[in-house]
Structure formats: structure tokens, C-alpha cells
């Protein structure tokens, strides 16, 4: 099957089989195995040994969401993905190292979001076990 993992904007991942689109999802996660709820932001096939000519296995993949989460889902034989979650994102704040510069108050404050804002995802050409969150 041509599969397709879809993002959507409440946290919820689908796969789907593009060569029938007429046809429902294949699996859909939910809020037990991914319980946030931002928006997924990207989305990463694994690429393992024996994918192109080797037996017949599905790959999982790797899902960000805005919220910092890095989720790894793999299809079962079920209507439902299985994901776990590698690891979560944190916001950190304090002082930057280096030359001190002076610099005017702006006139309005700037107000930052609680989360990290994971926007893209990036494998290791290398190496298959890393990946890079920016």
C-alpha cells in the first residue's frame, strides 16, 4: 500500500492508503497513546533495514507537535496507532553567555508562548536512531 501520515491540527495523527482514497483511515491515534493536543507540525517516516526489496513491513514514524512532544507511532493490526512518546520539549529561560550589551526597554513588551514550537523535523543521514528537533 502508498500510505500517508496526516497531521491535523488538534494533536491527532491518520494514516491513510492513497491508492484508495474512497476508503477510511487505516489507523487514527488517540488521546490514551497521544494525549496532546497542538497542533502536529511535522512528520518523519523511519526508514529501516529491508524496506526496498525485503519482506513487507511497515515503518513507523516520528510526529512532532507544537507542544514538544516527539512521538513515535507504528501501525499495529488494529484501527489504531500505537505511539509512545520519546520525548517532550521544554521551554527554558536565563541569561546568555557572552558580552554584556546595554540595549533601550522597548516601548511594548514582547510576550512569548509556553511552548517550545517544535516546527520541523529532521533524521540523521547516518545514523537511524537520531534525530534533530528545530
Known amino acids: ?38 497542533p502536529v507540525t511535522a512528520i518523519r517516516w523511519i526508514r529501516i533495514a529491508g524496506d526496498v526489496g525485503g519482506p513487507a513491513v511497515i515503518t513507523p514514524f516520528l510526529a512532532i507537535s507544537r507542544a514538544g512532544a516527539v512521538t513515535k507511532y507504528r501501525l499495529i493490526n488494529s484501527p489504531h496507532l500505537l505511539g509512545f512518546e520519546q520525548q517532550r520539549l521544554q521551554r527554558a529561560e536565563g541569561e546568555l553567555e557572552g558580552l554584556k550589551i546595554d540595549r533601550p526597554v522597548p516601548a511594548a513588551s514582547l510576550q512569548a508562548n509556553r511552548h517550545p514550537q517544535c516546527l520541523e523535523l529532521v533524521l540523521d543521514p547516518v545514523q537511524a536512531d537520531i534525530y534533530y528537533v528545530l
Open 1 to 38: 500500500p502508498q500510505l500517508l501520515a496526516i497531521g491535523l491540527h488538534n494533536g491527532s495523527v491518520e494514516v491513510r492508503n492513497i491508492s484508495q482514497p474512497e476508503q477510511p483511515p487505516l489507523a487514527i491515534s488517540h488521546r490514551s497513546t497521544s494525549p496532546h493536543f497542538e
